[in-house]
């Protein structure tokens, strides 16, 4: 079974960053594509950032392209989001995301929130 487990996420004052971890049960490279969303109350899941675990592009909405960043490395199984700049309305529970022919795998969440 597929696992994927968030961690890093907390409080942090505008301005500041925050590294959310996703480690994945199996290899990361099993999947087509990795990627973090988010959810914050009253509103629709939406795509923060992927990345193709194979040759490595990544793609952001204009929302957070330019503070955040997404990475992997592949001996640990593990995607990262270094988030900088955060903002309140960043504030959201972020969830792990993972792709492949066997179909869309998330994880539990993690809250991440910012006060201004």
């Known amino acids: 079974q597929v696992r994927l487990v968030e961690s890093g996420g907390g409080l942090v004052q505008a301005g500041g960053s925050l590294r959310l971890s996703c480690a994945a049960s199996?290899?990361?490279?099993?999947?087509?594509?990795m990627g973090w969303y988010r959810q914050a109350p009253g509103k629709q899941r939406e795509l923060v950032a992927t990345i193709i675990t194979s040759g490595g592009s990544t793609h952001y909405p204009d929302s957070v392209k330019g503070r955040f960043a997404i990475s992997r490395d592949n001996a640990k199984n593990t995607v990262y989001l270094q988030m900088n700049s955060l903002k309140p309305e960043d504030t959201a529970v972020y969830f792990c995301h993972a792709f492949s022919r066997l179909g869309n795998h998330w994880g539990q969440g993690t809250q991440v929130t910012v006060s201004s």
């Open positions: 199996i290899m990361i490279f099993t999947f087509d594509t």
